[in-house]
């Protein structure tokens, strides 16, 4: 196991300097590079002392927020189920189904804690490359999330370059261990004498393992056969056992990273860009204050005659001295500054922060709030967030593929898995999920999403089709005959895909089919009654006439018949 461990571990051995680096100048408080011994007792200790200007940590904040808000919202729906093939979703049952499972999903991550993690995993993935985050299936919440912070964890990657593997070194209490391992066999003798004799707040130090399971015969049964094991050790432990070892269904670990080159296992974040500048403007804003220093109390030349003599530099204060003697007397400053030297400095600083910010895109999320203009239109805030997509897209694609597509799926195997029991009557009471319509049991579920810069990236099929439907009303107007080359119903669901509008928001195929059979049968009713006082004057006209009545197949034998399935009275009657 400890073998295990290092090899893992060692491979942040290489990149654990830079990444220290970025933590002291621009996010002191996360990150853990100490020893894994002292880092239970170093955690309230105060950091970030080479930090002056913290420009960087601030536009990472605004970054992580920004993130929040516009991919992973707790006030929006982000997501929706579809499935691989679109014919099968257009079925209604089908539609109303993934649309239930998908509410029921947002609801169950709202009542969860991944809306307060989120925003860590991203303040950790903006300036270090990379996040960490498990998912586990919780009695209370039924899920619940824990975020990892860069240098406490180790990780290795298979051959499809997917983050398999973690391992972690902590340390916890005493009282804390017991309490959640207390009959396990694997729990040490030493652990076992300090919580008898009180020293419930002494430290032990464990081990956290999760990777594949390279014992798993496919098709079996049981956690010893599952795609995952997860196991808990004492790391200083006389016991061959671990404190706990589980089988994991799905992978619950989940490590993005922001930019990878090649088949790296660490990412590369903004942090790595920015680092040499932030530096550079933590030692100009060192110099500028020296400027100013100097320039408000500069170093001073003074006659030897006046040592031990009282002198004083205070504002207003005088300092008397012989005026025979004033030439060996004289204090005067030996460096002169500049009396612009120090907005020299102070400009050349704003610039580096301005730097800093725009590789941060800080001007991207903040450039509503910074623009202070009126009448802001709509479609230029839609272009303004299709100006972050370009920019982030490359970023957003791949926390689709290494974070959200994986919570997604795992969060609903979990669902299914706890439903089950109610679906074959095993249990009563309410599933989490509605069983799955024919046609969907086995069917593999895919995920398309609907944040606001998900919308940014689709935002050109969705402006191609109003720019259509718009050049087609316009050309209608003239020439009425070219609406038979629109499909207005598919219009219409192209652009509702587009958006991610609800299914239920739409009419079903059969829903539209009888709104127009029965607008058709009120507009045929509302025609004859228009043609009943004609029909009924033309057949007095004949009576009078003293004509015959016409026989089947003639005209106004036709139109009597046709008044009939109206509903109207017949005027031959």
């Not at 001073?300 to 001295?321: I, M, N, P």
């Not at 020299?344 to 610039?351: S, V």
Request: with cysteine; aromatic share 8%; hydrophobic share 35%.
């Amino acid at each position: 196991m400890q073998s295990r461990v290092k090899a893992v571990e060692d491979s942040f051995n290489s990149v654990k300097p830079v990444l220290r680096d970025i933590g002291e100048y621009m996010a002191p408080y996360r990150g853990r590079f100490e020893n894994t011994n002292q880092g239970q007792n170093q955690r309230g200790k105060r950091k970030g002392l080479r930090i002056i200007n913290n420009v960087a940590g601030r536009s990472f904040g605004i970054l992580s927020s920004g993130m929040m808000s516009g991919l992973t919202s707790p006030g929006r729906p982000w997501f929706k189920l579809a499935t691989p093939d679109p014919d099968l979703a257009k079925y209604t049952p089908h539609r109303q189904w993934l649309d239930g499972v998908g509410r029921a999903m947002q609801t169950l991550f709202a009542k969860s804690n991944l809306y307060n993690v989120l925003p860590s995993l991203y303040g950790e993935l903006a300036p270090f490359g990379t996040g960490c985050l498990q998912e586990v299936e919780d009695a209370q919440s039924v899920i619940r999330f824990y975020p990892y912070t860069i240098g406490e964890y180790g990780l290795a990657q298979d051959n499809r370059l997917v983050v398999d593997t973690f391992t972690r070194q902590y340390v916890d209490t005493v009282r804390n261990v017991v309490a959640t391992w207390g009959n396990s066999p694997g729990l040490s003798e030493r652990t076992r004498t300090l919580y008898r004799t009180g020293k419930l707040e002494d430290s032990v130090h464990l081990v956290h393992i999760i990777e594949p399971n390279q014992d798993r015969k496919v098709g079996g049964f049981g956690y010893r056969d599952m795609p995952f094991v997860e196991e808990y050790w004492e790391a200083m432990g006389d016991s061959q056992e671990p404190l706990e070892r589980k089988g994991l269904a799905e992978r619950a670990l989940f490590a993005p990273r922001w930019d990878v080159t090649g088949n790296d296992l660490w990412g590369k974040g903004l942090g790595h860009d920015i680092l040499g500048d932030v530096k550079q403007l933590q030692f100009k804003e060192r110099r500028s204050e020296d400027v100013l220093e100097k320039h408000t109390s500069p170093p001073l030349e003074a006659g030897a005659a006046l040592r031990g003599k009282r002198l004083s530099l205070l504002a207003g204060d005088v300092t008397y001295t012989d005026p025979a003697n004033t030439g060996g007397t004289a204090v005067r400053p030996i460096v002169q500054t500049h009396p612009q030297a120090f907005q020299y400095a102070t400009q050349n600083i704003g610039e580096m922060e301005r730097r800093i910010r725009s590789a941060c895109y800080e001007d991207l999320f903040l450039m509503l709030a910074n623009d202070t203009r009126s009448g802001i239109t709509a479609r230029e805030v839609e272009e303004r967030h299709q100006e972050k997509m370009l920019v982030l897209g490359p970023v957003l694609e791949r926390l689709n593929e290494e974070l959200l597509d994986p919570i997604i799926d795992r969060t609903f195997a979990i669902m299914q898995r706890r439903s089950e029991p109610f679906w074959k009557g095993m249990i009563d009471g309410n599933p989490l999920i509605p069983p799955p319509p024919k046609g969907l049991e086995n069917e593999a579920l895919s995920v398309e999403y609907t944040s606001i810069l998900a919308q940014a990236a689709r935002a050109t099929n969705t402006r191609g089709i109003e720019a259509f439907g718009m050049f087609v009303g316009n050309l209608a107007a003239v020439w009425p005959e070219v609406l038979d080359k629109v499909n207005a119903d598919n219009l219409v669901n192209e652009y509702a895909d587009a958006q991610g509008i609800p299914a239920g928001i739409m009419s079903t195929d059969e829903e539209i089919a009888a709104k127009r059979a029965a607008k058709a049968q009120q507009q045929q009713q509302a025609q004859f009654a228009a043609m009943a006082p004609a029909i009924e004057q033309t057949a007095n006209a004949l009576k009078t006439a003293g004509e015959a009545v016409p026989q089947d197949g003639s005209t106004l034998s036709n139109i009597a018949q046709q008044a009939g399935a109206a509903g109207l009275a017949s005027p031959l009657n």
